[in-house]
Structures are given as structure tokens and as C-alpha cells.
């Protein structure tokens, strides 16, 4: 391009890197909250002005041509570095992704206490549980158990072991009256979609012979067995920290406590705010709670 011809236009570009990304010219359209044929007229102009084509028009998707392809990497990173000069330059306030179980059952019963401690940091809450795309979804730190990669570049601190067990309410223990792991076999055990595996684990890390039968009835989230465990639905087999709460109320018992299980609960910090003074507040804070366990 000579010096004389006039640049693209930034509305132009970005109208493409988000039509490259989602594939798609009505979801890039939702994105940047214009209509889809602003971003049709936006690429067409991009598109004269580069005397290339870039996009293979046709079909529900939209499909890249090889200079598109090329285009679309360079301006996703363009766009990223954007992002992260200026969340640099000019923070918000620090956003915490967890699980909606950890938040309900661990996160939200002690943040006030890291209020009190630190009134200056300003904390919003994010509930998520999988991978993230810190700038997209304008997350600073994640709460993540290792069954999840985090995403490239991310800075991963340690947080503490998950140590997981069987609980059930009082009154289902007497009921069913369980007195040793072997009974297990016989009592309804229940489990969540999130950790279909928890039963084997739990076995596995006991060192029990082999896992209990398959489990009876299966919940979407923890925050929900946690409730049919308490109501007397049967056993789960739930990480210490998601029921250190309905063990000191006396809702729930641990017959056989907590061993360490396979997992550990770690802490995603995104590549730009590594070193930010809230950041690392935030990260002690986590880090010393997480490890005072059930005392």
C-alpha cells in the first residue's frame, strides 16, 4: 500500500476480525451492536480499498479465503494488544470468575471478610466454571479446579488440594445405617453431571478395593446434590471445601472423612494483570483462605 493510499478504517477491520472470529456477519453484527448490513457494507469497502477478497460468500457460515485467514490472525492480535494497553493504563475493577457451587458455598460465606481487610479493592463476581477468554469476557482471575486447561500464557498459582469424602444428613446415616466404606455398595449414592467420576476418584484416593455401584440419581451442579445430600436423598461424594459450611451446622456429616483426591484447586490470573497490586491482594487473600481448612 503507498504512502498516498488512505488507510483502512478501524470500524472496517474490527467489523471483519469479529466476522473472522465468530464466523458469522450476524453474530458479528450482535457483537459490535450495528446491523448486519453495516458490517456487509464495512467488509465490502475493506475489501475494494485491499483489491483482495477476503471472505467466500455463500452458505450459513462465513468461510475465509487464504488472505482473509491471514488478516483475520494479524487483527486478532492487533485488537488484543489494544485491549491490554488500555486495561493497563486504566483498570476496572477486578473481576473473579468461580463455579457458581464455590461461590455460593465457599466464596460468598467469607469475600466479606476480605472487604473488611481490604476496602480499597473492588471485586466483581463472575460465576463460570470452565475455560475463559480473559478480555472477551473481562475476567482478571479464576478460580479453577486442574481438571481444566487455562488458556495460553495464563500465570497459574497453587491454591490448595481438593480433598473430597462421602456426606449425607444425620438422619440418612441412621437410617442406613453405614458404618464402614465397604457399605457403601448398598446405600443410594448420589453424584453431579459436572463430576461424573467422583465416586471412582473418591474410591481410588482412599484406597478402598473398588469404586461403590453407579450412582443413583445425578444432579446438575454440586449446589444442587449438596441440597438432596442435606435432605436425605442419599450420599455424595462432594470436595471438603463446597461443605465445610453444612458440616459445622450439623446438616451434613462426613462418616468416613476427606482424603486428597486427584484435583487441585488453583488460581488463573490473565497474562495483562500479572503483578497488578489487587491481583496479588486478591491472590494471597485466596490463597490463606483456601488452606484453613475445617478449623
Given at each position: 500500500m503507498s504512502a498516498t493510499t488512505p488507510r483502512p478504517s478501524l470500524n472496517a477491520l474490527r467489523a471483519f476480525e469479529a466476522t473472522a472470529r465468530l464466523g458469522s456477519m450476524t453474530a458479528a453484527a450482535a457483537e459490535l451492536f450495528v446491523t448486519h448490513g453495516a458490517v456487509s457494507r464495512h467488509l465490502r469497502a475493506l475489501e475494494d480499498q485491499l483489491g483482495i477478497v477476503l471472505l467466500k460468500r455463500g452458505g450459513a457460515a462465513t468461510e475465509l479465503t487464504p488472505d482473509g485467514a491471514r488478516l483475520?490472525?494479524?487483527?486478532?492480535?492487533?485488537?488484543?494488544?489494544?485491549?491490554?494497553?488500555?486495561?493497563?493504563?486504566?483498570?476496572?475493577?477486578?473481576?473473579?470468575?468461580?463455579?457458581?457451587?464455590?461461590?455460593?458455598?465457599?466464596?460468598?460465606?467469607?469475600?466479606?471478610?476480605?472487604?473488611?481487610?481490604?476496602?480499597?479493592?473492588?471485586?466483581?463476581?463472575?460465576?463460570?466454571?470452565?475455560?475463559?477468554?480473559?478480555?472477551?469476557?473481562?475476567?482478571?482471575?479464576?478460580?479453577?479446579?486442574?481438571?481444566?486447561?487455562?488458556?495460553a500464557g495464563t500465570q497459574v498459582r497453587e491454591l490448595m488440594v481438593e480433598r473430597v469424602g462421602p456426606v449425607c444428613s444425620p438422619e440418612y446415616l441412621r437410617t442406613a445405617g453405614l458404618t464402614t466404606p465397604a457399605e457403601l455398595a448398598q446405600a443410594r449414592l448420589l453424584s453431579t453431571k459436572t463430576r461424573l467420576l467422583a465416586w471412582q476418584e473418591w474410591a481410588t484416593a482412599a484406597g478402598q478395593a473398588g469404586p461403590p455401584c453407579e450412582a443413583a440419581e445425578l444432579y446438575e451442579h454440586f449446589y444442587l446434590l449438596i441440597q438432596a445430600a442435606a435432605c436425605g436423598l442419599g450420599m455424595a461424594a462432594v470436595p471438603e471445601m463446597l461443605v465445610l459450611g453444612e458440616l459445622r451446622s450439623g446438616r451434613l456429616v462426613a462418616p468416613f472423612g476427606f482424603v486428597d483426591g486427584p484435583h487441585r484447586m488453583v488460581l488463573w490470573i490473565a497474562p495483562q494483570l500479572e503483578g497488578r497490586a489487587d491481583v496479588e491482594t486478591l491472590a494471597r487473600w485466596l490463597a490463606v483462605e483456601m488452606r484453613r481448612r475445617a478449623d
Open positions: 483475520a490472525e494479524g487483527l486478532a492480535t492487533a485488537f488484543r494488544l489494544i485491549q491490554e494497553s488500555v486495561e493497563k493504563l486504566k483498570p476496572g475493577p477486578l473481576t473473579l470468575s468461580c463455579s457458581s457451587s464455590v461461590m455460593m458455598h465457599w466464596l460468598i460465606p467469607r469475600i466479606g471478610g476480605f472487604y473488611e481487610e481490604h476496602p480499597n479493592v473492588e471485586i466483581q463476581l463472575n460465576m463460570n466454571h470452565g475455560r475463559v477468554d480473559f478480555l472477551r469476557d473481562n475476567i482478571g482471575v479464576a478460580i479453577r479446579n486442574t481438571m481444566y486447561e487455562p488458556p
